[in-house]
């Protein structure tokens, strides 16, 4: 089946003329020479920026043309291959059977993913939007070459769906890599542990707004999927709180991540679903637990998970800090903090920052040797301009600023 559906795909492909792109330099060498204009700084900057509001420029340069729009979308070829994986997979797997149904595909771009849904679900009717109105242009010529008659496109800015469909319910509401560029989730504040996690969540009223007019068009057994690009658990965390507050429940048992090649580099992504049935909100503790143990669609490889080392550091029990140092980067790139901690008979060293990075060590941990040698460490960050404090108490600890 999986070579079945892999040929399936593959044919997709080769219809619209998608070519995998792998390597970076290649990829805008070959968009420089074959347009005649140097592009390559701006989709570069665009791709890197892509929740950024004025990145919307972008998608009327590369969509100025259908050939030009698929030259483009090579960048994304593998991440378009392992998510349509993932739904012919959840189809036969799961059950979930979208044939017959209302689909909307949210912020459709140029309609490579609505029209693959047209052709998995024939007796499902798909309505795609799209701001862009060059965007749509391309979707309607690719469905008109390949002979598509159950997809319609829509020039609408996706804000405001709920005000273009006000007669109409969607039984599912598909968003591929869309919401985060529609809208911008607010930037959480740097933290030091998972406890201050949830308290730095918030939830802003234009997520709300957006993510309400969503919520309007949905059936009451609508369900939304969506594969965004959520930069780490905290980031997911605020996006489900968002939906929480528009009355859309995560459905956990049905999530997954996945991962994919970006011009070489190995990505990954959640796929999170969301229906109106109301459930029991899921503290963060609980939510890393179930994150963590997520299957993954083609894992190529191990992605860091800074959560994971914190709660190992949290298990070993009850704990004497010993020693530590913070050190806060005058390049304001965060600040970092090096401990040396008594933990029953033995001791461990654990380094971590307000940005994320985390560090556990357990093993042959000779204190005195451990604490040198994040003295010495420190002092030459002190001499290079960084401002260094030692502590050797938790209240201690607490006087520093964050």
Same mark, same amino acid.
Request: charged share 35%; aromatic share 10%.
């Given at each position: 089946m999986e070579q079945l559906n892999s040929k399936i795909i593959g044919e997709y492909f080769d219809k619209i003329n998608l070519k995998e792109e792998k390597d970076r330099d290649e990829f805008f060498k070959k968009i420089d020479e074959k347009h005649g204009v140097n592009l390559t700084q701006n989709l570069d900057l665009a791709v890197s920026l892509r929740k950024d509001n004025g990145s919307g420029k972008i998608y009327n340069v590369k969509n100025k043309d259908l050939e030009t729009s698929m030259d483009f979308a090579g960048y994304y070829h593998d991440l378009y291959r392992q998510f349509f994986t993932w739904l012919m997979k959840?189809?036969?797997?799961? @059950? *979930?059977?979208?044939? @017959?149904?209302?689909? *909307?595909?949210? @912020?459709?771009?140029?309609?490579?993913?609505?029209?693959?849904?047209?052709?998995?679900?024939?007796?499902? $009717?798909?309505?795609?939007?799209?701001?862009?109105?060059?965007?749509?242009?391309?979707? &309607? &010529?690719?469905? $008109?070459?390949?002979?598509?008659? =159950?997809?319609?496109?829509?020039?609408?800015?996706?804000?405001?769906?709920?005000?273009?469909?006000?007669?109409?319910?969607?039984?599912?509401?598909?968003?591929?890599?869309?919401? *985060?560029?529609?809208?911008?989730?607010?930037?959480?504040?740097?933290?030091?542990?998972?406890d201050e996690v949830e308290d730095s969540i918030v939830v802003a009223n234009s997520v709300l707004k957006f993510f309400r007019s969503v919520e309007k068009v949905m059936a009451d057994d609508a369900k939304l999927i969506t594969f965004e690009r959520l930069d780490g658990l905290e980031e997911i965390l605020n996006f489900t709180k968002s939906m929480r507050e528009?009355? *859309?429940?995560?459905?956990?048992?049905?999530?997954?991540?996945? $991962?994919?090649?970006?011009?070489?580099?190995v990505e990954q992504m959640p796929v999170i679903i969301f229906d109106k049935k109301e459930k029991e909100e899921i503290g963060f503790y609980k939510f890393i637990e179930i994150y963590n143990n997520l299957p993954i669609l083609n894992k190529q490889k191990d992605m860091e998970d800074e959560f994971k080392i914190e709660l190992e550091f949290k298990s070993l029990g009850e704990k004497e800090l010993v020693y530590g140092t913070q050190i806060d980067y005058k390049t304001g790139v965060g600040?970092?903090?090096? &401990?040396?901690?008594?933990?029953?008979?033995?001791?461990?060293?654990?380094?971590?920052?307000n940005v994320g990075k985390r560090e556990?060590?357990?093993? =042959?941990?000779?204190?005195?040797?451990?604490i040198d040698e994040i003295r010495n460490m420190s002092n030459f960050i002190g001499r290079i301009g960084h401002k260094v404090t030692e502590y050797n108490s938790i209240k201690e600890r607490e006087q520093l600023v964050k």
């Open positions: 959840f189809k036969e797997e799961e @059950g *979930l059977n979208l044939d @017959g149904k209302k689909i *909307l595909d949210l @912020g459709c771009d140029n309609g490579i993913t609505t029209c693959f849904v047209a052709m998995l679900y024939p007796n499902s $009717q798909i309505v795609a939007v799209d701001k862009c109105k060059k965007g749509i242009k391309c979707a &309607e &010529e690719i469905a $008109q070459n390949l002979g598509i008659k =159950n997809v319609r496109f829509e020039s609408v800015d996706a804000k405001k769906v709920d005000k273009f469909f006000k007669d109409e319910k969607f039984d599912v509401v598909l968003s591929n890599r869309s919401m *985060l560029e529609i809208t911008n989730l607010p930037k959480l504040k740097n933290f030091w542990s998972i528009c009355g *859309l429940y995560i459905d956990t048992e049905n999530m997954c991540k996945v $991962q994919f090649e970006e011009l070489s580099d600040s970092e903090r090096r &401990e040396v901690w008594k933990a029953g008979d033995k001791f461990v060293c654990y380094k971590y920052s556990l060590i357990t093993e =042959n941990v000779d204190k005195d040797k451990t």
